[in-house]
């Protein structure tokens, strides 16, 4: 079977031989001056927002501030991670929204007027969600219907659905002592363990990259060296384990914040390590290619819509409980197009392909950080609309700049 080499192998087959830290360096910029950008644009900018940030209001970075920040960007962050998904196959999901306030009416019905343990109300939301997703891969499979068309029609009428299913009151509460607002709320994760985590975290990263760099030397590849991999899991622990510690000097870590590094870290796995999620990539890259490759890309439309609405439910239940509340306007407002501007911010491209699960993480933590400052500025929404919006122009013009660079690389 002949095998066919990506970019980045190429890369690294041009630095065989410097694998070590030393090594790392010039294959980072190798990679940038041929338009891959990964994640730099939006942690160089993460670091600009913030320090603009603190300097205007020193309560910014403060523990207590920071820890509202985390729970804030969860249910649009798993929503976002969701909308990744649906990016790097280069398609569109415009429903996200309307999917995650039809699935939080779902589950508060059910929870609170018919008195369903919350377990069920919430595995009913979720499945509704998968259902939905199911719907669409069959839509746009069979009938050729294009995403953006379907996805617009499923917003419309999930918005409908969802004003039905709440009926005349318009709202329900959850109740206060629920596990689910709890688990949203109050939950946060014990200092001792929490550190537990970090370390847990480290180690992982560790023996992740020991073992693909052992898979790849047995395939006679270039690889990174041990050194390198202690070196890397040593700051990550460094700097993880200051965030906690700087958390811990208030409420902590939130259960609900794990969680969504949990999913993550899931999608980040599915993506980089499993053959399904390099068939993503691969039908992202170029469908027709992939289809003569012998990939079932019919079943990965299916599987991304499939993927993108059930974590849209899960964002949706997330938020209700958060809130300890549904109602009409839930799911609406700027939740479609925070999550879409989250993933694009996070470094996925518009035109398929290209992504990680980390986009979804980065690019809702910008978001929120932009909106968490302004609202400690006193100044209101309009702004907070004016400056995300600007960011998503330059996240998006970076792509295109970078895909631009990527086609003209190739080439020489």
Same mark, same amino acid.
């Given at each position: 079977?002949?095998? !066919?080499?990506?970019?980045?192998?190429?890369?690294?087959?041009?630095?065989?031989?410097?694998?070590?830290?030393?090594?790392?360096? #010039?294959?980072?910029?190798?990679?940038?001056?041929?338009?891959?950008?990964?994640v730099? #644009?939006?942690?160089?900018?993460?670091?600009?927002?913030?320090?603009?940030?603190?300097?205007?209001?020193?309560?910014?970075?403060? &523990?207590?501030?920071?820890?509202?920040?985390?729970?804030?960007?969860?249910?649009?962050?798993?929503?976002?991670?969701? @909308?990744?998904?649906?990016?790097?196959?280069?398609?569109?999901? +415009?429903?996200?929204?309307?999917?995650?306030?039809?699935?939080?009416?779902?589950?508060?019905?059910?929870?609170?007027?018919? /008195? +369903?343990?919350?377990?069920?109300?919430?595995?009913?939301?979720?499945?509704l969600? $998968?259902?939905m997703?199911?719907?669409?891969?069959?839509?746009?499979?069979?009938?050729?219907?294009?995403?953006?068309?379907?996805?617009?029609?499923?917003?419309?009428?999930?918005?409908?659905?969802?004003?039905?299913?709440?009926?005349?009151?318009?709202?329900?509460?959850?109740?206060?002592?629920?596990?689910?607002?709890?688990?949203?709320?109050?939950?946060?994760?014990?200092?001792?363990?929490?550190?537990?985590? !970090?370390?847990?975290?480290?180690? /992982?990263?560790?023996?992740?990259?020991?073992?693909?760099?052992?898979?790849?030397?047995?395939?006679?590849?270039?690889?990174?060296?041990?050194?390198?991999?202690?070196?890397?899991?040593?700051?990550?622990?460094?700097?993880?384990?200051?965030?906690?510690?700087?958390?811990?000097?208030?409420?902590?870590?939130?259960?609900?914040? @794990?969680?969504?590094?949990?999913?993550?870290?899931?999608?980040?796995?599915?993506?980089?390590?499993?053959?399904?999620?390099?068939?993503?990539?691969?039908?992202?890259?170029?469908?027709?290619?992939?289809?003569?490759?012998?990939?079932?890309?019919?079943?990965?439309?299916t599987?991304?819509?499939?993927? $993108?609405?059930?974590?849209?439910?899960?964002?949706g239940?997330?938020?209700?409980?958060?809130?300890?509340?549904v109602?009409? &306007? *839930? /799911?609406?407002?700027?939740v479609?197009?925070?999550?879409?501007?989250?993933?694009?911010?996070?470094?996925? &491209?518009?035109? /398929?392909?290209?992504?990680?699960?980390? =986009?979804?993480?980065?690019?809702?933590?910008?978001?929120? *950080?932009?909106?968490?400052?302004?609202?400690?500025?006193?100044?209101?929404?309009?702004?907070?609309?004016? !400056?995300?919006?600007? @960011?998503?122009?330059?996240a998006?013009?970076?792509?295109?700049? =970078?895909?631009?660079?990527?086609?003209?690389?190739?080439?020489?």
């Amino acid at each position: 079977m002949t095998t !066919v080499d990506t970019p980045t192998d190429l890369q690294d087959e041009r630095l065989r031989g410097r694998t070590g830290i030393r090594g790392a360096i #010039p294959l980072l910029v190798d990679r940038v001056r041929s338009g891959d950008l990964g994640v730099l #644009p939006v942690v160089a900018g993460l670091v600009v927002i913030w320090t603009v940030l603190q300097v205007l209001n020193p309560i910014f970075l403060s &523990s207590p501030n920071l820890v509202n920040l985390t729970l804030e960007c969860v249910p649009v962050g798993i929503i976002a991670l969701g @909308v990744v998904c649906m990016l790097l196959v280069g398609e569109i999901d +415009l429903s996200v929204g309307s999917v995650s306030g039809l699935s939080s009416a779902t589950m508060a019905v059910l929870f609170v007027d018919r /008195g +369903l343990p919350a377990w069920v109300a919430v595995l009913a939301a979720v499945l509704l969600g $998968c259902a939905m997703g199911w719907i669409y891969g069959q839509i746009f499979n069979r009938f050729g219907v294009p995403s953006f068309v379907i996805t617009l029609a499923g917003l419309l009428g999930l918005l409908g659905v969802q004003l039905y299913v709440l009926g005349a009151k318009g709202s329900i509460n959850l109740p206060f002592d629920s596990g689910l607002v709890t688990f949203a709320q109050l939950a946060f994760v014990p200092p001792w363990l929490s550190y537990v985590l !970090v370390v847990l975290a480290a180690a /992982g990263l560790f023996a992740s990259g020991y073992a693909h760099a052992r898979a790849r030397r047995r395939a006679s590849l270039s690889a990174v060296s041990t050194r390198f991999l202690l070196v890397r899991s040593t700051a990550l622990l460094a700097g993880l384990g200051l965030v906690v510690y700087y958390l811990n000097q208030t409420r902590g870590v939130g259960w609900m914040f @794990v969680l969504f590094l949990v999913l993550v870290l899931a999608m980040h796995y599915m993506l980089a390590r499993t053959k399904f999620g390099k068939s993503i990539y691969a039908v992202g890259g170029n469908a027709e290619a992939a289809r003569r490759a012998g990939i079932n890309v019919k079943a990965v439309y299916t599987s991304a819509f499939v993927l $993108c609405t059930t974590l849209a439910a899960v964002g949706g239940v997330l938020a209700a409980a958060r809130l300890a509340a549904v109602n009409q &306007s *839930s /799911g609406a407002g700027d939740v479609n197009l925070n999550a879409i501007a989250a993933a694009v911010i996070g470094g996925t &491209s518009l035109f /398929g392909g290209r992504g990680t699960a980390f =986009a979804a993480l980065l690019g809702i933590v910008v978001i929120q *950080s932009i909106s968490s400052g302004l609202t400690l500025l006193n100044l209101d929404s309009s702004f907070r609309f004016m !400056v995300t919006g600007a @960011v998503l122009l330059l996240a998006v013009a970076l792509d295109s700049v =970078a895909r631009r660079s990527r086609v003209s690389h190739g080439r020489a």
